[in-house]
């Protein structure tokens, strides 16, 4: 007498293959319960006076009048008196330096960011612990400091 082809492997994926189905089945009937709104105003979401969305309509009452005149597009011309002069040389101390290597980093007296330094934006040799006076130049992975001299 042979033995039945189905195995307890089979019989589990045939009973989740089942009850896949039927959950896919439950979800759309409650997706179509659910979705019988389909009427413009069941579809539309309004904004409120804090930019979050909502489902009903905004309070005339807090409406604000705005100008159309004082709507600046773009960026405002600068004057005369806006310009500041900002100096190019700043102040730091060497915070690390391999001279083996070329390379180190410089904190800024000021707000304390680490700026990398390399051996050819140096004018003399700098150790680590020196007070330096340096420029800042945009690099491939951020800010570096060049033209550095000790004070």
Known sequence: MAKSQQTYGKKEREKKRLKKQEDKRKKRVERRDVESDSSLEGMLVYVDENG???DTPPDP???IEIDPEDIVLGIPKKEEGDEEEIDPVHEGTVD?????KGFGFIIDAVNKERYFVHVSGTTEDIVEGNRVQYELEKG???W???KVKKV
């Open 52 to 54: 979050h969305l909502v």
């Open 61 to 63: 009452s807090l409406k």
């Open 140 to 142: 491939q992975r951020g």
């Open 144 to 146: 570096n400091a060049v």
């Open 96 to 100: 690390f330096f391999d001279s083996s």
